[in-house]
């Protein structure tokens, strides 16, 4: 599997914004579908967004019209921008890649997962 590598995490109060990066070891045109996840304390792991081979798009309901996920294939670099932050937000983030198709914010469609960077949004 490839390494996946998280950055940008940080703390931010309500209202503010993040951006997180995913860096691949490798030529990120191999997967099909990647996708941020989180998982909050005592909660399971909830697909957050995620975008596919030709840049279809989804996202969860809590966080429509908030995040954007994007790529750049030529840095091999998966991108969340997250604006108008809660304290619900507040979790663990993990970026993910799959060879294979599947539910694009389901967890077991996923191979390749990164370490995890903190997101912490304090009111």
């Known amino acids: 599997q490839v390494p996946l590598v998280e950055s940008g995490g940080g703390s931010v109060q309500a209202g503010g914004s993040l951006a997180l990066s995913c860096r691949f070891s490798?030529?990120?045109?191999?997967?099909?579908?990647m996708a941020w996840f989180r998982q909050g304390l005592g909660k399971e792991r909830e697909g957050v967004a995620g975008?596919?081979?030709?840049?279809?798009?989804a996202y969860a309901d809590s966080v429509k019209g908030r995040f954007t996920v994007s790529r750049d294939n030529a840095k091999n670099t998966l991108y969340l921008q997250m604006s108008s932050l809660k304290p619900e937000d507040t979790a663990m983030y993990y970026c993910?890649?799959?060879?294979?198709?599947?539910?694009?914010?389901?967890?077991?469609?996923?191979?390749?997962w990164g370490q995890g960077t903190q997101v912490t949004v304090s009111s």
């Open positions: 490798g030529d990120m045109r191999n997967y099909v579908r």
């Open positions: 975008i596919t081979l030709n840049n279809y798009t």
């Open positions: 993910a890649a799959s060879l294979s198709w599947g539910a694009l914010l389901a967890p077991i469609t996923y191979k390749s």
